[in-house]
C-alpha cells in the first residue's frame, strides 16, 4: 500500500548507483528510438502485417518501458533489504505493453490532429505514471510508501508531456527517410528518453519511506547482477526488434524500388503500345480511343469534326536518296510543325511511313478544315535540314467529315485516305475533301490491286522489248525488257498504270523477280534458235537491289536459265544506288565480278557525284527523257547532255540516250559522240516475237562483223579476264 503525505515526521534515507541510472537511461533512449522505429514500420503497413508489428512492437516496447522503470528502481538502495511482489511486478510489465500497444496504434493513425494527440499525451502520460506506481506498490515494504503530493503530480506531468512530445515525433517522422532522418530521430529518441528517465526519477523523489520500514518477502537478489540481466534482456529484444525492422525496412525498400521500376516499366509498355516511338506521337490504338471520344462528343453536342490524312510526296525518294537516318529526321521535324499548327483539343497522330492524321474536333464550316490544311502546305513547304541536307517535300492531304462521310473512325479515316491518294494522284501538295465520286476511283483501284495479284499468279503478265541501236553503225546489239499486264478484260495494261500500285501494295519484288527470270530465259531462247547475240537489259527496282538476296537472285536466273552473264544488263536508278553508298558499291561489284553489264538509268535526276560514279563499277549511263525531249533546241538541256556524255566518256563508260523520237534528235546525239539511242524512232516495244523478226531481218551482212559481248563486257570481269573494252 501506498499513500500521499505532506511532511513525513522522519523518512528512511536512500542513495543511487550511478551506473545503474545511467543504464536506466540508456534503456529508455533505446527504448525510444525503437519506437521510433517501430512507428515508421507500421505506418509503411496497411494489411495483415502491420497487426503483426503492432503486437511484437508493443511488447517490445512495453518490456523496454518496464525495464527503464524497474532498473531505476534497483538503481534506488535503502538501508534495508528490498523485496518485490512477483504478480505486481508482472502486472506492472503487462501494463507497460498495453502502453506501448496504445501508442503504436495512435501513431498508426491517419488523422491525428492537435485536440486528438493532446487526449492521447493524456492517456499515455497516466499509463506510463501507472506502470511506475504499480512496479513501486509491488515493494513488499511496511509501512506503506508514502508519496510528496507535489512531485507525484509532477512527475505524472512530466509523463504527459513527454507523451506529447512523444506523439508529436512519432507522426513527423513515421514517413521520413535518409540520413537526415536518421539524426533526427536520434535526437528525438534522446529526447523522449530524457522524458521517461525524468519522469520516473521525480517519482522516485516523490517516495518518502518512514524510517522504521522493513520488508517481510524475500529480499531480491544483488541489485546490480538483476538490473544488469534485466537490461541486458531488455536491450536484447529491443536490438532484435530494431535489427528486424532495419531488415524488413530494407525488403520493403526493395519491395518499393521494384514496384517503382515495375511501374515505371508498365508506364513505359503503356507508352510505347499507344505511342509512336520515333515521333512520340499517338499511334493507331491510340488514335482509334481518340476517335471514339470525338465521336461520342459529336453525337452528344450535335457539331462535326474532321479528319485528315496526310502523307508526304517524293519522301521514298529523300528515303532513297539520304538514307533512314535523314528520313526519320525529316518526320520528326514534320512531327514537331503539325504540333505548333494545331489546338490542345486536337490530336495529331502517325499511323507509319510518312502517314500522319489529324483529328479536328468542333468544326462548324468546311473552311476550318481548309484552313488547316493550307496552313500546314504552307509549313511543309519550307526547307528541312537533315544530315547537313537542304530537303524539300509537300504534304498530299485528304479531309472526311463526321458524320457525312462515315459514322465510325474505320469508314472515315478510309474516306479521308481516298481523299489523300486523290490529291497525290493529282500531283500533290494539295489537299481533298472526300467526295463520293472518290470511291469509283478507290474501287477502281482495289478492283487493279485483285487483278494484279492474279496477274502474278496467273501468268498473265509479259515482257516487250524495245531496241538499244547503236548511234554509228545502226545495229542492235541489245534490247531493254519491259512488263506488260495483258489483262483478260482490259487487254494491255502499261507499266504506268499499275508498277506504282505493285510498289505501293509489295508486289513489286515478285514482279521484278519474275522479269528477271523471263529477260534471262527469252535471250537464250533467242540464242538457241540461232538468232545474233543481243543483251538484255532489266530495269531493278530500288526496293529489289536492297534486298539481301539479290546477287543470289541474279545468279540462280542465270545459272537456271543458261544464259552467260555478260548477255544481262541491269539498269539500276540513281537514287537506289546512292542510298547507302558503300553498300550498294559492294552490291555492284559482286555483280560486276560476275560479269553482269551495271547501267545508271534515268541519269541526271537524282544526286550521283563525279566521286561515286568513279568509284562504282559501272558500265553504262542512261540519260534521262526529260533531256532528250526538248534537243537539240533547248540550250539548256543540250548543255547537259554534252556534259553527261563528255564525263561519260572520260569515266571510260559508254552512253545511251532513251526517249528519242525525231531525227533531230539523233542526229545531235551523233555528233556529240553519244554510243546508243531508244525510243519510238526506231522502234517501240513490241512483243518477244516480233523482236526476233526485227533481229532477223537485221543480220548484219557477210564481213560486215557481229555484236561481240566479250568486247563489251562489265568491267571487273573484263579486267579479271583482261579483255580490251569498248
Known amino acids: 500500500m501506498s499513500t500521499f503525505s505532506e511532511t513525513p515526521l522522519t523518512t528512511m534515507q536512500g542513495s543511487y548507483d550511478s551506473w545503474l541510472v545511467a543504464l536506466s537511461f540508456l534503456v529508455a533512449v533505446l527504448v525510444s528510438y525503437t519506437a521510433v522505429n517501430l512507428a515508421t514500420r507500421v505506418c509503411a ?69 492537435l485536440p486528438r494527440q493532446a487526449c492521447s499525451a493524456l492517456m499515455m502520460g497516466l499509463g506510463i505514471a501507472a506502470v511506475h506506481y504499480s512496479g513501486m506498490s509491488a515493494i513488499q515494504i511496511t509501512p506503506a510508501i508514502t508519496y510528496e503530493k507535489t512531485l507525484v503530480l509532477l512527475s505524472v506531468g512530466i509523463a504527459v508531456g513527454a507523451s506529447f512530445i512523444a506523439l508529436k515525433l512519432l507522426v513527423g517522422l513515421r514517413s521520413a527517410a535518409g540520413p537526415r532522418a536518421i539524426l533526427a530521430r536520434g535526437i528525438a529518441a534522446l529526447c523522449m528518453g530524457l522524458g521517461i528517465a525524468g519522469m520516473h526519477y521525480t517519482a522516485m523523489f516523490a517516495s518518502r519511506f518512514a524510517a522504521n520500514s522493513y520488508c517481510w518477502g524475500s529480499a531480491t537478489p544483488n541489485s546490480d547482477w538483476l538490473a544488469v540481466t534485466i537490461a541486458g534482456f531488455a536491450l536484447g529484444i529491443l536490438l532484435v526488434t530494431m535489427i528486424l525492422a532495419f531488415y524488413d525496412a530494407q525488403l520493403e525498400a526493395k519491395a518499393r524500388q521494384h514496384a517503382a521500376a515495375l511501374e515505371e516499366a508498365n508506364a513505359r509498355l503503356r507508352e510505347q503500345a499507344t505511342h509512336d516511338a520515333l515521333t512520340g506521337l499517338p499511334n493507331r490504338v491510340l488514335l482509334e480511343d481518340r476517335l471514339r471520344q470525338a465521336i461520342g462528343l459529336a453525337d452528344r453536342s450535335g457539331k462535326r469534326f474532321a479528319a485528315m490524312i496526310l502523307d508526304l510526296d517524293r519522301f521514298k525518294l529523300i528515303n532513297d536518296s539520304l538514307g533512314h537516318h535523314a528520313g526519320d529526321e525529316l518526320l520528326r521535324e514534320v512531327a514537331k510543325r503539325l504540333q505548333g499548327l494545331l489546338r490542345k483539343s486536337d490530336t495529331l497522330a502517325r499511323l507509319g511511313g510518312d502517314e500522319f492524321v489529324i483529328v479536328i474536333e468542333d468544326v462548324a464550316e468546311r473552311s476550318a478544315p481548309q484552313t488547316v490544311a ?37 469508314a472515315l479515316l478510309a474516306k479521308a485516305d481516298i481523299a489523300m491518294y486523290q490529291a497525290k494522284q493529282a500531283g500533290g501538295n494539295r489537299y481533298e475533301f472526300f467526295t463520293a465520286e472518290m470511291n469509283t476511283h478507290a474501287q477502281r483501284r482495289m478492283i487493279l490491286e485483285s487483278g494484279l495479284r492474279r496477274a502474278l499468279a496467273e501468268g498473265e503478265l509479259e515482257l516487250h522489248y524495245q531496241p538499244k541501236v547503236d548511234v554509228l553503225s545502226g545495229r542492235v546489239n541489245s534490247t531493254e525488257a519491259l512488263v ?6 482490259r487487254g494491255l495494261i502499261p507499266p504506268a498504270e499499275f508498277i506504282p500500285l505493285a510498289e505501293e501494295v509489295g508486289l513489286i519484288l515478285q514482279i521484278g523477280d519474275w522479269v528477271l527470270r523471263e529477260a534471262c530465259r527469252q535471250a537464250r531462247r533467242w540464242e538457241l534458235d540461232g538468232l545474233q547475240p543481243v543483251r538484255v537489259a532489266v530495269n531493278v ?30 539498269e539500276i536508278t540513281e537514287s537506289a544506288v546512292m542510298h547507302n553508298a ?40 542512261k540519260i534521262d527523257r526529260s533531256f532528250i525531249r526538248s534537243l537539240p533546241d533547248s540550250t539548256e538541256n543540250t548543255a547537259i547532255v554534252n556534259a553527261i556524255v563528255a564525263l561519260s566518256h572520260s569515266l571510260n563508260l559508254h552512253v545511251i540516250a532513251e526517249g528519242v523520237e525525231t531525227q533531230p534528235q539523233l542526229d545531235y546525239l551523233r555528233k556529240i559522240g553519244c554510243d546508243q539511242y531508244q525510243g519510238y524512232l526506231f522502234s517501240a516495244p513490241v512483243p ?22 566479250l568486247t563489251t563486257m562489265s568491267r571487273l570481269y573484263a579486267k579479271a579476264r583482261k579483255a580490251p573494252l569498248k
Open 374 to 410: 493550307q496552313k500546314i502546305i504552307a509549313a511543309i513547304n519550307q526547307r528541312f535540314r537533315a544530315y547537313n541536307v537542304d530537303v524539300h517535300t509537300s504534304p498530299s492531304i485528304g479531309i472526311a467529315i463526321y458524320p457525312d462521310d462515315g459514322r465510325d473512325g474505320a
Open 688 to 709: 518477244a516475237d516480233a523482236f526476233a523478226q526485227l533481229l532477223r531481218s537485221r543480220q548484219p551482212e557477210r564481213g560486215e562483223g557481229t555484236f561481240d559481248p
Open 484 to 489: 506488260r499486264w495483258r489483262d483478260p478484260d
Open 45 to 113: 503497413f496497411r494489411h495483415q502485417r502491420v497487426v503483426w508489428w503492432l503486437s511484437g512492437g508493443a511488447i517490445a516496447m512495453g518490456i523496454g518501458i518496464w525495464s527503464t522503470h524497474f532498473i531505476g528502481m534497483l538503481a534506488f538502495s535503502l538501508p534495508i533489504a528490498i523485496s518485490y511482489d512477483v504478480p505486481r511486478t508482472l502486472g506492472s510489465l503487462l501494463l507497460a505493453i498495453a502502453v506501448s500497444g496504445f501508442a503504436l496504434v495512435i501513431a498508426n493513425s491517419q488523422r491525428l490532429s
Open 582 to 621: 558503300a553498300g550498294s558499291a559492294a552490291v555492284l561489284e559482286q555483280l560486276s565480278r560476275l560479269g553482269v553489264h551495271l547501267s545508271i538509268d534515268d541519269f541526271g535526276t537524282g544526286y550521283s557525284s563525279l566521286a561515286y560514279l568513279r568509284s562504282f563499277p559501272l558500265d553504262k549511263l
Open 541 to 570: 527496282a530500288a526496293h529489289q537491289f536492297r534486298q539481301p538476296n539479290f546477287i543470289t537472285s541474279v545468279r540462280e536466273a542465270l545459272e537456271d536459265t543458261g544464259l552467260a552473264p555478260y548477255y544481262l544488263e541491269l
